[in-house]
């Protein structure tokens, strides 16, 4: 099949099966006579498998991993284990975090209960004021309690179609596609 019509198949853009390929997670795919990628039905499960590492917020480096192991299927899958409980370690860390973050926000959302101007607005004088004090705050630059993907970033990251990655090939993806988000 042609490009597009794995792109089709697989619900993705074709330029995330080229980034795949570009990265090497996505072996590239022989040439017709005509110069057109010929993809077959290993492509299909191999990029089925790819999209759902990436719908458990797994990086790039992970599913390299696990590819890695699944094309050598008579290896000990220790490190498989190894890998999943150290990405469920990253998933309960986020947790947390997101738990802190909704706390947060919920207090500041009891800060303007009611109808009034947005001069008076508890929030937004909430809001201004912390931004201030993080302003003030050289060393707390770059930390202002933003909660992240499940990983910490790595490399610069750039948005592919609707899939967020890593533009170094051994970097970390940060997001996965937005459908499965």
């Known amino acids: 099949m042609k490009i597009g019509e794995l792109a089709r198949a697989a619900q993705t853009q074709t330029e995330t099966i080229r980034y795949y390929e570009r990265a090497g997670l996505l072996p590239e795919a022989a040439r017709t006579v005509a110069n057109y990628r010929d993809y077959q039905t290993t492509h299909a499960e191999r990029l089925a498998f790819i999209r759902h590492c990436r719908s458990l917020d797994m990086t790039l480096n992970e599913i390299r991993t ?27 860390v986020r947790i947390r975090e997101l738990k802190t973050l909704e706390k947060k926000l919920r207090g500041l959302r009891e800060q303007c209960v009611g109808s009034r101007a947005t001069s008076d607005c508890g929030i937004l004088s909430g809001l201004e004021q912390a931004a201030l004090q993080q302003s003030r705050s050289p060393a707390d630059r770059g930390h202002a309690d933003h909660v992240h993907g499940t990983h910490p970033q790595v490399g610069v990251s750039a948005k592919v179609g609707s899939e967020r990655f890593d533009t170094r090939k051994t970097g970390n993806s940060r997001r996965g596609p937005a459908s499965h988000r």
């Not at 696990?66 to 309960?92: M, R, S, W, Y």
């Open 66 to 92: 696990l590819l890695q192991f699944k094309d050598a299927p008579t290896e000990n899958c220790v490190e498989v284990n190894a890998l999943l409980d150290e990405h469920i370690g990253h998933v309960a």
